[in-house]
């Protein structure tokens, strides 16, 4: 059991981590990627910019953390989803409404984030590239699918092919919502339009 100091010490260090992710979060948003600093940050947390050193070794470290943030959650419920006790069916539609529910609740700060034409080289997320989350959610999806084609509801199919066309239309829609390009902002109507146009290829035919 860690004693009572490392405790202290430990929920000290998140509660700092949260205040300076709350600062950097507020300085992408008035200043965009290219404008995110150290000492903007630190001024915003209302910290001396050598405390934000104590946390994230640079500028890059702490995106990773901001963008962490953002991912980590989404691929944890997809999980529980997967997981779940739900058909294949609505393993699906409960993904399709995660994604959208993530991108309303954040909408302006994934709005920089993918607008934004190069991220720096160095950021990751949570460790990995960005290829390597697309393809771990994917990953999951494939695995409902496989879940549905076990159950005789989908047909057979390359189950990660299809988590890939799925997850990319799904990115690829958020995307053009972050453009301005899709006005849509009915979470019901995303939702829908979704397994309307996904569905007719995976459902099995002769399912009842």
Same mark, same amino acid.
């Given at each position: ?24 979060v ?6 965009? %990627? &290219?404008?995110? @600093? ?5 001024? *915003?947390?209302?910290?001396?910019? +050598?405390?934000?050193?104590?946390? =994230?070794?640079?500028?890059e ?13 989404l ?27 993530v ?7 994934i ?19 960005? %290829? &390597?989350?697309? @393809? ?5 999806? *494939?695995?409902?699918?496989?879940? +549905?084609?076990?159950?005789?509801? =989908? ?45 007719p ?8």
């Open positions: 059991m860690a004693k009572p100091k490392a405790r202290r010490k430990a929920a000290w260090e998140e509660m700092m981590k949260q205040s300076i992710y709350e600062a950097a507020s300085v992408i948003k008035a200043h965009g %990627l &290219e404008g995110l @600093r150290m000492d903007r940050v630190a001024q *915003a947390a209302e910290v001396a910019t +050598g405390t934000l050193y104590i946390y =994230f070794k640079d500028k470290d702490l995106l990773n953390y901001v963008i962490e943030n953002l991912v980590e959650p691929l944890h419920s997809l999980i529980e989803i997967r997981d779940s006790r739900l058909t294949p069916l609505d393993k699906l539609e409960a993904y399709f409404r995660l994604s959208f529910q991108w309303y609740g954040q909408e302006d700060l709005t920089i984030i993918v607008t934004t034409p190069t991220l720096p080289s160095a950021v990751k997320i949570g460790g990995y590239s960005d %290829l &390597e989350v697309h @393809r771990s959610i994917s990953g999951i999806i *494939a695995e409902i699918i496989e879940e +549905g084609v076990r159950s005789g509801v =989908f047909r057979s199919c390359p189950s990660l092919r299809a988590a890939y066309l799925i997850h990319g239309g799904v990115s690829t829609l958020i995307k053009a919502k972050a453009g301005g390009y899709d006005p849509s902002r009915d979470i019901e109507l995303d939702v829908a339009d979704c397994l309307a146009l996904f569905l290829g995976l459902l099995n035919p002769g399912a009842e």
